[in-house]
């Protein structure tokens, strides 16, 4: 499989998939998709997840990459007990310039998570997908058996970026 730029490559089948989301921007300019495995199940990795965000648990970024940001602004290395109930119509900061926000859409525990936003002329849709992915992850203690791990995909969708940036 390419693994793409750091290791985050979609798949062919990835990229090509519908995903939650993908409806709030119908006609985008743009697509990114990210794709990569974590050796957990989705139940362990949805806490970090839902999380995510601005005044939240931040960004979760490569050690290398952090380091290079204030110690204030770098993301959290705990599940935070306080950040974990997200519902739909919830609103998020977010990086990008006063009222740059997220709106929550979709939440199916452990395995979507969608954002939307509008800045000015820019719509934005951002999904995240969990699904488990057998033979990823450690053997479990108790013995033989089957690992399961994470495949996460990431979706980014922007429409308006002419506009946006004329």
């Keep these: 499989m390419n693994t793409g730029f750091l290791g985050v490559g979609p798949s062919p089948d990835e990229v090509r998939a519908l995903v939650p989301g ?38 979760y970024l490569p050690g290398w990459a952090e380091a290079l940001i204030p110690a204030r602004r770098r993301a959290l290395r705990t599940v935070d007990p306080e950040l974990q109930d997200l519902s739909v119509g919830d609103v998020i900061a ?5 009222g740059a926000t997220f709106e929550i859409v979709a939440v199916d525990p452990p395995q979507v998570l969608v954002h939307r936003s509008q800045r000015g002329a820019l719509a934005v849709s951002w999904a995240i997908v969990l699904r488990p992915a057998p033979g990823i992850g450690p053997q479990p203690s ?13 979706r980014l969708r922007l429409a308006g970026v002419n506009a946006a940036v004329s």
């Design 22 to 59: 993908d409806a709030l921007v119908p006609a985008p300019d743009v697509v990114m998709d990210r794709a990569f495995d974590l050796p957990a199940p989705p139940e362990t990795v949805w806490p970090w997840i839902v999380q995510l965000g601005k005044e939240r648990s931040g960004w």
């Design 94 to 98: 977010d990086w990008g310039g006063p």
């Design 142 to 154: 108790d013995g033989p058996g089957a690992r399961t791990g994470t495949r996460v995909h990431l």
